[in-house]
């Protein structure tokens, strides 16, 4: 999504981190996804990539404002860590014999992360910048909403935070999402 809100060119891969191949595991060891490849070297991890293209591409991914920039990379850490946590509840999930009171406290935390981001009003600043363009916390809170739609299904949490559900409907027509939006 960021390469696409920048306009930087890039060639997509699938791979599929639960049978992960021989090559996509030299490119990283820990088995997960995003990575990217620039000339033939592996960047792991979302927030370290976002890093590079913020000082590579023109400073455009977080705000130049400390301030400004303080309070979007908190808002940013927030939803990222509504989809880290979704990560958990699932992987449980996906285990023999998954742990009840595992993912009870994963989606403690995800419902007690869900508030504060609504008591945030996603429908502004951080979210939301001057232009009334997404920041990069907005960008990160509509994937982690579509994340929890996939995922989460016995979890009504449109029904639990009105304006989360508000926000998504809002913003997830933007062609940038549409266009970095996996296949079904
Ligand atoms: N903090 C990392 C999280 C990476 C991550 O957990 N990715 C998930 C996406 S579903 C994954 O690859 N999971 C595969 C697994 O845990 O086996 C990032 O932002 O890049």
Known sequence: MAFER????????????????????????????????????????????LEVLHEGFGERVWPSDLEFRRRVRAASTLAEGVMSETVRWFLEGQRASPSGEWT???????????????????????????????????????????YLELRLKG????ARF?????????HRGRPEVAASRPPV
């Open 104 to 146: 009870a406290e994963y989606l403690e935390n995800l419902e007690r992360t869900l508030g504060v981001i609504a008591g945030m009003a996603p429908g502004s600043s951080p979210w939301i910048g001057l232009n009334q363009e997404l920041t990069q916390a907005g960008y990160d809170l509509v994937v982690a909403l579509e």
């Open 6 to 49: 920048l306009g930087v060119s890039y060639v997509p891969k699938e791979v599929n981190v639960f049978e992960p191949s021989p090559e996509f595991l030299a490119a990283n060891p820990l088995a997960t996804v995003p990575v990217l490849l620039i000339e033939g070297e592996p960047l792991v991890d979302s927030a370290t990539i």
């Open 155 to 158: 979890f009504d949490w449109k």
């Open 162 to 170: 009105p304006s989360l559900e508000r926000f998504l409907s809002a």
